[in-house]
Structure formats: structure tokens, C-alpha cells
Nanobody, 125 residues
């Protein structure tokens, strides 16, 4: 399985971006059975959890810093999870990573089964 995060870029404060996390693998793979998380790491800071969506009922979690501004969603038919980011702030600048863990789970940095390469998000005027 390979995870590919995309959609990052440079945006002004108050702007929006939509990140995508696409999973590709041999025939028969489905993201349905995986809980998916988005994490981010800013320069000089530790990686932190941003959002998480469960494998079963699609329940979601958001960190306090992004709650009300970010929305996570999944399209299992496309093996893709999205992170819609609105009202972006300079402090949202970071490399964003997606990661998966099999089954119903919480998203913790040390508990994920697989990580994708990150995508850079820069919020600046």
C-alpha cells in the first residue's frame, strides 16, 4: 500500500486548501477497513495530530486548534480521504501527513500502521 498526500501550497491567511490522501495498492485493497489520520509538523516542532476519521461509522476527531475550520471526509470508492482547510492561519503552516491504521482506532502518532509522504502547506501574506 502506498499513501500519497497532495493539495498543499501557498495560501494567504483566511484562505482555503483541500488536501487529499490517496491510497493505492494491489487489486482488492480498500481503504474502508482503515482509520485515517492527518498529522502536521511545523519547523522546529513535534508532529501533532490534526484530524482523524474512523473506519466504521466515519466518526471524526479534530484537534482544538483546527476545530470549526477543518473538515475531514472520506470517499471509500476512490480510496481517498480529504482534509478541507478553511480560514487558514499562519500557525497552520506545516508539512501535512496522512497515515492509516487498520480497523476501528484512534489516531496516535505511534499507533499508525503506515505513513505517506507529506505535503507542504504555507499560510502567508
Amino acid at each position: 500500500v502506498q499513501l500519497q498526500a497532495s493539495g498543499g501550497g501557498l495560501v494567504q491567511p483566511g484562505g482555503s486548501l483541500r488536501l487529499s490522501c490517496a491510497a493505492s495498492a494491489a487489486s482488492g485493497f480498500t481503504l474502508d477497513y482503515y482509520t485515517v489520520g492527518w498529522f502536521r509538523q511545523a519547523p522546529g516542532k513535534e508532529r501533532e495530530g490534526v484530524s482523524c476519521i474512523s473506519s466504521s461509522d466515519g466518526s471524526t476527531y479534530y484537534s482544538d486548534s483546527v476545530k470549526g475550520r477543518f473538515t475531514i471526509s472520506r470517499d471509500n470508492a476512490k480510496n481517498t480521504v480529504y482534509l478541507q482547510m478553511n480560514s487558514l492561519k499562519p500557525e497552520d503552516t506545516a508539512v501535512y501527513y496522512c497515515a492509516i491504521v487498520y480497523g476501528e482506532s484512534i489516531c496516535t502518532i505511534h499507533g499508525m500502521d503506515m505513513w505517506g509522504k507529506g505535503t507542504q502547506v504555507t499560510v502567508s501574506s
